[in-house]
């Protein structure tokens, strides 16, 4: 049977290195619920997760359309910011060669610049917005049928001649999580990936003015139920052994009785797993951390981001820089390890700010926590970046914000070089910096350079190349840097 619709997960983490390629492989969560969706409403999903490309230069256009090239005529592609240049660089071949399939983009990526992409690039038809599990059923239906995008909630699509974008009325939010169906694993060799991430909430309260991920949600939080959630993981372990969870949602720690709450549950069920989780500094008192690290919590990452109360509160993050010693302070004598990420280059950052924030970051560091800087991201649908309109941002091939790197770079130091026959994506950012602000900086001269010096001397970016394996950067991208042991496997060894 012919598939309804080909769903591609287009998100990567590809770092490229001049002796080496880093690639982790992380379950595509998001593509595998609305599959499921798909699949118990009796439609013929073709998944497809790029990440297990085995081509040698997996960013060539020409091999985008060979992986694409038996896909259905309903195309839908999941993508993030940091690859989105590549992607409509990449799909505008894939639509030269096959006029007659319908392009769909979902995923963050497209985030609050649907307009301009629509406006520009014709070979996208629509770009979908909100929770796509209220979205897909329609669509699959009425491209079947003939009835196109009109009457589809959460999608943007370009109207007939003298209509421009349209944008449908949204549907409602998913309020009950445990209403939605568990992602479609039986699609995926779970054994293959690295990373097991669960979703326990969607949603964060809080205003951080940098922050790109809320604004999707509306900054209105919803929670799954302990039960619901360990069900899943139970599902999972018992489908591929996993026995180490990410909890990869920022709102994980909502209350501290929810978060205790929880861990009874876990400790109850019998699962015997270890787990990682976000935590938030206001929200992390002591006995909530005792009772997390009981229970097989072997990781809390905390947003800190600055050192400096002006900073935090000119942010919005709600707490101060003298909790956020209290909380780390506390947090490295019970977890295995704590992470606390920073952002650097704010526009009203001054030097005497920053030096706060290294200040703590060092202090921190001697405590034994991982320090993880990150340069500051002017995503589309962030608040940082809309204060900023007007005010020219500037572009430079050497150095891009760490949740930007696209795996065409070669990163050798805190800079990165351009391979030349990757310099097209870069010219095609730098053509559209409203579309792609992201890769853009606030003031280089000023802002950027001197606070990277400073970093590089006190050894949280490396200077030279041999000093990569030796330096963490943020998040995802940080090289090399080895994982938090097991409590399972300490105790192994000790018996």
Avoid at 203 to 212: D, K, R, V
Avoid at 233 to 256: H, I, N, W, Y
Wanted: with cysteine.
């Amino acid at each position: 049977m012919a598939a309804d619709i080909t769903l591609v997960n287009l998100n990567m983490l590809y770092v490229r290195y001049y002796d080496s390629v880093e690639k982790e492989l992380h379950v595509p969560l998001g593509t595998l619920y609305l599959t499921r969706i798909l699949e118990d409403a009796g439609y013929e999903v073709d998944f497809r997760d790029y990440q297990l490309n085995t081509y040698d230069d997996p960013f060539d256009a020409e091999n985008i359309c060979d992986y694409l090239a038996d896909s259905a005529d309903l195309v839908g592609v999941s993508v993030m910011a940091n690859l989105l240049p590549f992607s409509l660089v990449a799909l505008r071949t894939f639509k030269e060669r096959n006029p007659e399939k319908t392009v769909v983009l979902g995923g963050v990526g497209p985030k609050s610049v649907e307009h301009p992409i629509l406006e520009r690039f014709p070979w996208i038809d629509a770009i979908a917005y909100g929770e796509g599990e209220r979205m897909i059923v329609p669509l699959v239906e009425h491209h079947r049928t003939g009835r196109g995008f009109a009457e589809v909630p959460n999608m943007i699509w370009r109207g007939e001649a003298g209509q421009g974008v349209v944008v449908n009325p949204p549907a409602d939010r998913v309020e009950d999580l445990d209403s939605i169906p568990f992602p479609a694993w039986h699609r995926i060799d779970l054994a293959r990936y690295e990373g097991y991430g669960v979703m326990t909430s969607r949603g964060c309260p809080y205003l951080c003015t940098f922050c790109s991920v809320a604004p999707i949600w509306g900054h209105t939080a919803h929670h799954r139920s302990n039960a619901n959630i360990l069900a899943e993981m139970s599902e999972l372990k018992q489908r591929a052994g996993v026995d180490l969870f990410l909890f990869q949602d920022e709102f994980f720690v909502c209350t501290p009785g929810q978060v205790v709450s929880f861990c009874d549950d876990l400790e109850r069920s019998g699962l015997g797993v270890d787990w990682k989780a976000f935590g938030r500094v206001n929200l992390s008192e002591p006995k909530m951390m005792e009772r997390m690290a009981g229970t097989g919590c072997l990781e809390l990452r905390f947003g800190i981001e600055s050192g400096s109360d002006n900073v935090l509160a000119q942010t919005r993050k709600g707490f101060s820089a003298e909790q956020a010693v209290a909380v780390v302070s506390e947090g490295v004598h019970l977890f295995d390890r704590v992470d606390a990420f920073y952002v650097w280059g704010f526009p009203y950052e001054t030097m005497d700010d920053f030096h706060q924030s290294v200040f703590q970051m060092i202090s921190f560091r001697m405590m034994g926590a991982r320090i993880l800087p990150s340069l500051l991201c002017f995503l589309p649908q962030t608040e940082i970046y809309r204060e900023l309109k007007g005010h020219p941002l500037e572009f430079c091939r050497e150095l891009f914000p760490e949740y930007m790197l696209t795996g065409h770079e070669i990163c050798r130091s805190a800079r990165v070089q351009i391979d030349t026959k990757h310099s097209s994506i870069f010219d095609f950012i730098e053509q559209h910096p409203d579309i792609f602000p992201g890769f853009f900086h606030y003031d280089l001269a000023g802002n950027v350079w001197p606070k990277l010096k400073v970093l590089q001397e006190m050894g949280f970016y490396p200077a030279d190349a041999e000093d990569v394996e030796l330096t963490d950067s943020c998040g995802a991208h940080s090289p090399r840097v080895a994982q938090a042991t097991s409590a399972k496997a300490q105790l192994t060894a000790a018996r």
